[in-house]
């Protein structure tokens, strides 16, 4: 019988540890839905971000093309100042 009560105890240990391994993952379970609304919070911080990054990226295009026709006139001035090629 003792060999039986020893089996039974070592069966009762097993079991406890089963359980709080069963309570540790049950509360890393929990913890799941708030690191996917963090991380959903951080997609939508992303998400402003490139916004941002859209719009200043359309700034710079106007910028750009408001400078380009004058960069055009000036180099066209130079380019009829310059004197002609020597001739060879």
Not at 17 to 38: F, K, M, Q, S
């Amino acid at each position: 019988m003792g060999t039986v009560t020893t089996g039974v105890g070592a069966l009762r240990d097993e079991l406890g540890t089963l359980r709080d391994e069963v309570v540790a993952v049950r509360g890393d379970l929990g913890n799941i839905p708030d690191e996917i609304g963090t991380v959903c919070d951080e997609i939508g911080t992303v998400r402003e971000e490139v916004g941002t990054v859209r719009v200043a990226v359309g700034s710079l295009r106007e910028e750009i093309t408001s400078l380009r026709m004058p960069l055009e006139r000036i180099l066209q001035t130079l380019v009829e100042r310059l004197p002609p090629a020597p001739s060879r």
